[in-house]
């Protein structure tokens, strides 16, 4: 059991991917910062997903940002864990896309 989070393009491939085991809390920070508790299983995702705007992506980016004294670059930061690494680069990954196509899809497993 465990949450894997993937975020897809139109083509339907994967560009983003975040894992996180069934006991993690960093998982609901994910959830959280995306405003999608609702495919929170608890020990895993729904595996349910949506479409997110470029509007969403970004709150997600700016809220996340209000909670790290970091940049919003890729490159990595001694002072982030590695769930804080994953969660940046996810959002990150997710943002180049729907800033691309309008929209990403994300899917919660």
């Given at each position: 059991?465990?949450h ?7 083509a339907?491939?994967?560009i983003a ?6 006991g993690n809390?960093?998982?609901?920070i ?10 929170n ?16 992506i ?15 670059s890729?490159?990595d930061d001694?002072?982030?864990t590695?769930d ?9 990954n997710c943002l180049a896309?729907?800033?691309?196509e309008?929209s ?6």
């Amino acid at each position: 059991m465990g949450h894997d989070i993937s975020g897809y393009n139109k083509a339907g491939e994967e560009i983003a991917y975040a894992r996180f085991s069934m006991g993690n809390y960093n998982a609901a920070i994910l959830y959280s910062l995306l405003d999608a508790d609702q495919f929170n299983a608890g020990v895993s995702g729904s595996g349910g997903g949506s479409t997110f705007s470029i509007q969403q992506i970004k709150k997600a980016l700016n809220t996340y940002s209000q909670f790290s004294d970091n940049d919003n670059s890729l490159s990595d930061d001694d002072s982030l864990t590695w769930d804080e690494k994953q969660i940046k680069r996810f959002i990150l990954n997710c943002l180049a896309t729907a800033q691309k196509e309008g929209s990403v899809k994300i899917l919660f497993g």
